[in-house]
T-cell receptor, first 114, second 112 residues
Framework: GAVVSQHPSRVICKSGTSVKIECRSL??????MFWYRQFPKQSLMLMAT?????????EQGVEKDKFLINHASLTLSTLTVTSAHPEDSSFYIC??????????FGNGTRLTVT | QKEVEQNSGPLSVPEGAIASLNCTYS??????FFWYRQYSGKSPELIMS????GDKEDGRFTAQLNKASQYVSLLIRDSQPSDSATYLC????????????FGGGTRLMVKP
């Protein structure tokens, strides 16, 4: 089955620093990748849609200057949380799809900002 | 009204029983429907997809879709404690590309 690799799985950073999260589709080409955020006991919230070679489309309320998304190739998208603050602490999950409409998720990144 | 709605639960069933999880959606042009299972602290994993009205079975799981009534359900037969998780319903519309809209999830607890 389709495999999506997300790295790192867990990161702790200090307030004001930036964190980069990578999402790779290992055995298929993903023209579109999605970035989600999930707070404890809440559902997935779509942050942005990342298209290879073009600017990401951000959902309402998501600051594009704070959450930088780069989708440089058909197998790699990155999310950079800039100037992170404690309220950015969350579970960040990427997903990608190949030929089928079903999404395959990465294992998620647990971000803790101290 | 939320686009995809699920009862948050928890839904508690005894081991060996049938667990029934329900989901309703508001967009009539929705085309594809998915059930994901998410264990605490983990990312969702795809269990079932269904595109046509009726039932689709895969092992202990059966997805049911009724487009006229705009609901999709997931039945888990012979529930096991390892099935305890949050189950997310997701819906895709034709003109949304591969973007899914997720429900809030139903937490299932299977008691030994």
């Amino acid at each position: 089955g389709a495999v999506v690799s997300q790295h790192p799985s867990r990161v702790i950073c200090k307030s004001g620093t930036s964190v980069k999260i990578e999402c790779r589709s290992l055995d298929f080409q993903a023209t579109t990748m999605f970035w989600y955020r999930q707070f404890p006991k809440q559902s997935l919230m779509l942050m942005a849609t990342s298209n290879e070679g073009s600017k990401a489309t951000y959902e309402q309320g998501v600051e594009k200057d704070k959450f930088l998304i780069n989708h440089a190739s058909l197998t790699l998208s990155t999310l950079t949380v800039t100037s992170a603050h404690p309220e950015d602490s969350s579970f960040y999950i990427c997903s990608a799809s190949g030929d089928s409409l079903s999404l395959h998720f990465g294992n998620g990144t647990r971000l803790t900002v101290t | 009204q939320k686009e995809v709605e699920q009862n948050s639960g928890p839904l508690s069933v005894p081991e060996g029983a049938i667990a029934s999880l329900n989901c309703t959606y508001s967009d009539r042009v929705s085309q594809s429907f998915f059930w994901y299972r998410q264990y605490s602290g983990k990312s969702p994993e795809l269990i079932m997809s269904i595109y046509s009205n009726g039932d689709k079975e895969d092992g202990r799981f059966t997805a049911q879709l009724n487009k006229a009534s705009q609901y999709v359900s997931l039945l888990i037969r012979d529930s096991q404690p390892s099935d305890s998780a949050t189950y997310l319903c997701a819906v895709n519309t034709y003109n949304a590309g591969n973007m899914l809209t997720f429900g809030g999830g139903t937490r299932l607890m299977v008691k030994p």
